[in-house]
T-cell receptor, first 118, second 114 residues
């Protein structure tokens, strides 16, 4: 149980285009989903926290208009990188938690999405 | 604020060696503690967790004990395998409501040689 999927697993796009990444909790409902960014050989950096049906809470220094987050249901959150540039190239990881399957404080992570902007 | 400090790697061991990765934390209140593992090119997998003092989390031969008196949560395994090669993250969460923000350590790269 507690499986989280991400799609796509990797994407290459041209500079200036927008890219949408989906995060789904497959076998549980998640009240909260998180989006992280990870640079090579570094730890995860929390970008934003989203609760179903409400606006996401962004961490300091993360541009809200660049990284659009939608949490439309208890099983789906999306991250859209708008007008992507090469510096946005990174490994993006989502996590889900706080759901009925595990009402405690455990977060379950997706497999990540590798974004490369040319 | 909350913080997690874990031993810097990389750690290189031979198969069947004993593993310890140290982790200490600073937090107010009563955090929950976690170890996550990340294999190359993948997301994080929950390895084990402990939610209160003196709890021992264990999974796949790994274990860690929540020590409030030393604010530590060291990861141990008696006999590592090549397949244990990965990055290990110690983390804590310290929120009571529906927002369970994780605070991560920097990660420790473990390489196990045959």
């Amino acid at each position: 149980g507690a499986v989280v999927s991400q799609h796509p697993s990797w994407v290459i796009c041209k500079s200036g285009t927008s890219v949408k990444i989906e995060c789904r909790s497959l076998d549980f409902q998640a009240t909260t989903m998180f989006w992280y960014r990870q640079f090579p050989k570094q730890s995860l950096m929390l970008m934003a926290t989203s609760n179903e049906g409400s606006k996401a809470t962004y961490e300091q220094g993360v541009e809200k208009d660049k990284f659009l987050i939608n949490h439309a249901s208890l099983t789906l959150s999306t991250l859209t990188v708008t007008s992507a540039h090469p510096e946005d190239s990174s490994f993006y990881i989502c996590s889900a938690g706080g759901g009925l399957a595990d009402p405690g404080d455990t977060q379950y992570f997706g497999p990540g999405t590798r974004l490369t902007v040319l | 604020g909350d913080s997690v400090t874990q031993m810097e790697g990389p750690v290189t061991l031979s198969e069947e060696a004993f593993l310890t990765i140290n982790c200490t934390y600073t937090a107010t209140g009563y955090p929950s503690l976690f170890w996550y593992v990340q294999y190359p090119g993948e997301g994080l997998q929950l390895l084990l967790k402990a939610t209160k003092a003196d709890d021992k989390g264990s999974n796949k031969g790994f274990e860690a004990t929540y020590r409030k008196e030393t604010t530590s949560f060291h990861l141990e395994k008696g006999s590592v395998q090549v397949s244990d090669s990965a990055v290990y993250f110690c983390a804590l969460t310290n929120s009571g409501g529906s927002n369970y923000k994780l605070t991560f350590g920097k990660g420790t790269l473990l390489t196990v040689n045959p």
